[in-house]
């Protein structure tokens, strides 16, 4: 079992900046990628960006692609997730994600986190 526990979230203005974390416990070495995902209100989880267990590979969906980045710290078991020029559409539930393979499918991924309101305000 992983336990994920993402952080970070709250009220941003538009274009501006936040950092998520994404804590992990537990059998972390089973599931070493990991990734983020959204949901907004009444739209489907969408994938958002993932990590390889070393952090070498990563990718991006192209709504995000040039303004988030993904990175973890394996000595503290976190990952993270950088957010700059935050739009109103980035408004939603972000979810931290772990899984054995490296995708952008939902379904690849074991475990999630309880997710993070974040909210981007004009």
Do not use: H
């Not at 989880?45 to 303004?67: L, M, P, Q």
């Amino acid at each position: 079992q992983v336990q994920l526990v993402e952080s970070g979230g709250g009220l941003v203005q538009v274009g501006g900046s936040m950092r998520l974390s994404c804590a992990a416990s537990g059998r972390t070495y089973s599931s070493p990628t990991m990734a983020w995902f959204r949901q907004a209100p009444g739209k489907e989880r969408e994938f958002v960006t993932s990590i390889n267990r070393s952090g070498t590979t990563t990718d991006y969906a192209d709504s995000v692609k040039g303004r988030f980045t993904i990175s973890r710290d394996n000595a503290k078991n976190t990952v993270y997730l950088q957010m700059n020029s935050l739009k109103p559409e980035d408004t939603a539930v972000y979810y931290c994600a772990a899984g054995r393979l490296f995708g952008v499918s939902a379904s690849r991924f074991e475990y999630w986190g309880q997710g993070t309101q974040v909210t981007v305000s004009s």
